[in-house]
């Protein structure tokens, strides 16, 4: 696989838009908590998370930098019934002006990124939302779905996000793996940061 695109061509069916929001429902129930109405999303991917937020009326905008990503997501929430805004846009100088969100969100984003660019995301993001959720797979995560992921653990993910006012951070997602003898484990992390 040579892109993003790539990765996300096969487009969201009913079944995989049902099952990535179960699989990161305790993901979603904290963005929903913190009451925020207007959110952005930082990485389209499918777009199924910001369908489902503008579905509970929120006010959301899903920025990417892939044209047939965002091409994908802009099919998802037509077929959907999204009433999500879709942007262009590149994640580190969003082409929003400070405080434009209540809040951001990403789920399989940071993981990509080194530390210092993993920062200099989190510095613009909080420029323009007091408040960031974010998600990535942990070290437990059974595969690298596009072949470069940093799958971390939470330990690491807490010195990555020391500069910042860190609210929440914890594993999720507890996964069963195939073989009996295997625990059941969580197998991504996520965090609530604001501004120091």
């Known amino acids: 696989m040579s892109d993003w695109s790539e990765y996300y061509a096969a487009g969201l069916e009913l079944d995989s838009y049902i099952r990535n929001l179960y699989g990161q429902r305790e993901f979603l129930a904290e963005i929903v908590a913190t009451n925020s109405q207007k959110i952005l999303e930082v990485g389209a991917g499918t777009g199924a998370m910001s ?14 930098n892939d044209p047939a990503v965002l091409k994908g997501a802009e099919k998802a929430r037509q077929e959907f019934g999204g009433h999500n805004q879709i942007v262009a846009g590149d994640a580190f100088k969003l082409p929003f002006p400070d405080n434009s969100f209540d809040l951001i969100f990403h789920q399989g984003l940071l993981e990509h990124f080194t530390n210092v660019q993993i920062q200099q ?6 420029r323009v939302a007091p408040l960031v ?47 009996w003898y295997l625990v059941r484990v969580p197998i991504q992390y996520m965090a609530k940061i604001g501004r120091t």
């Open 51 to 64: 369908i489902f937020l503008s579905q509970l009326g929120l006010d959301v905008t899903t920025l990417d």
């Open 133 to 179: 959720i974010l998600s990535v797979p942990n070290a437990n995560y059974p595969r690298r779905d596009f072949g470069n992921e940093r799958l971390l653990r939470k330990k690491d993910w807490e010195n990555v996000l020391r500069p910042y006012q860190v609210k929440m951070n914890r594993d999720y997602a507890l996964k069963i793996f195939p073989k």
């Open 121 to 126: 995301l989190l510095d613009e993001q909080l």
